[in-house]
């Protein structure tokens, strides 16, 4: 069975930094690409950052380029995202996403507001 779990969200000012976790379970974690998306009150899901199963290859919405970085430790089955110079349009739910055996999963995401 596969689960995703995210944590490491919450409450930051403006300009504030947060990392966020993914746990898998379920799947062969180290052979697959994982993927970031979030998804704003009224506003469509938005991919977010992307990475190939060894970690070396990433891709990031234009929004989020150079201040979010995506990584993933295969040793633990976790997928990470670091954000840095958080600004108010970041507020979402993000989410973890995994493609396995032809079918798509969604951890239930953890809630990020950006706010002074």
């Known amino acids: 069975q596969v689960k995703l779990v995210e944590s490491g969200g919450g409450l930051v000012q403006p300009g504030g930094s947060l990392r966020l976790s993914c746990a898998a379970s379920?799947?062969?974690?180290?052979?697959?690409?994982m993927s970031w998306y979030r998804q704003a009150p009224g506003k469509e899901r938005e991919l977010v950052a992307y990475?190939?199963?060894?970690?070396?290859?990433?891709n990031y919405a234009d929004s989020v380029k150079g201040r979010f970085t995506i990584s993933r430790d295969n040793a633990k089955n976790t997928v990470y995202l670091q954000m840095n110079s958080l600004k108010p349009e970041d507020t979402a739910t993000y989410s973890c996403?995994?493609?396995?055996?032809?079918?798509?999963?969604w951890g239930q995401g953890t809630q990020v507001t950006v706010s002074s």
């Open positions: 996403y995994v493609r396995w055996s032809g079918l798509a999963y």
């Open positions: 379920g799947f062969m974690f180290s052979i697959v690409g």
């Open positions: 990475t190939n199963r060894f970690g070396d290859i990433t």
